[in-house]
């Protein structure tokens, strides 16, 4: 009878290995969405910065090209 408590025992030490390593999993997937948004953001905010400086310089062309 020990030896079944015993694996009973190691079941649950299992179990709760798995669910300690779920959160982990879950917490490191929250933490990649959080950073892809970030990233997301900031190449949205690049690229806007990029546009406008070509809209200003295409500009400038231009009114030179009108001379």
């Given at each position: 009878m020990i030896d079944?408590?015993?694996?009973?025992v190691?079941?649950?030490q299992h179990d709760?290995?798995?669910?300690k390593?779920?959160?982990?999993?879950?917490?490191?997937?929250k933490r990649?969405?959080?950073e892809q948004r970030q990233k997301n953001q900031l190449a949205s905010q690049?690229?806007?910065s990029y546009?406008?400086?070509?809209?200003?310089?295409?500009?400038?062309?231009s009114e030179g090209e009108k001379r």
């Open positions: 079944i408590s015993n694996k009973y190691t079941i649950e709760k290995a798995i669910q390593q779920l959160k982990v999993i879950k917490k490191l997937q990649v969405k959080t690049l690229k806007r546009n406008q400086v070509n809209n200003q310089n295409s500009g400038k062309l």
